[in-house]
């Protein structure tokens, strides 16, 4: 079972994407969702995290007020909205899913995450 990510692409700083993760197969909506990325020789960072109905909603300092995080349970998906793009957003983004179910709180490290996607590559142009 794995999440499928989709979106990626080049895009000039300032310029906007839409990422999209899709779960088919496997159920979304009792547990909290992430957005995390991964620059070249670095470590994967959280992005963002939407609580089991989607009002709950944490976001990395540096992509506050940039990017939104949203879900749809019904279609079994989640989407990061990222604007005013930099440099430095530039990386492989990958969607989880959290390993437990959702407790009310949003989880920032990877290992506490169980199902990945194949990540998709963002590059931003100065």
């Known amino acids: 079972v794995q999440l499928q990510a989709s979106g990626g692409g080049l895009v000039q700083a300032g310029g906007s994407l839409r990422l999209s993760c899709a779960a088919p197969?496997?159920?979304?909506?009792?547990?909290?969702m992430g957005w995390f990325r991964q620059a070249p020789g670095k470590e994967r960072d959280f992005v963002a995290g939407?609580?089991?109905?989607?009002?709950?909603?944490y976001y990395a300092d540096s992509v506050q007020g940039r990017f939104t995080i949203s879900r749809d349970n019904a279609k079994s998906t989640v989407t990061l909205q990222m604007n005013s793009l930099k440099p430095e957003d530039t990386a492989v983004y990958f969607c989880?899913?959290?390993?437990?179910?959702?407790?009310?709180?949003?989880?920032?490290?990877?290992?506490?995450?169980?199902?990945w996607g194949q990540g998709t590559l963002v590059t931003v142009s100065s």
């Open positions: 989880a899913r959290d390993g437990r179910t959702w407790n009310g709180k949003i989880r920032t490290t990877p290992y506490e995450y169980r199902y």
């Open positions: 197969g496997l159920t979304l909506s009792n547990y909290g």
């Open positions: 939407i609580g089991r109905s989607g009002v709950s909603t």
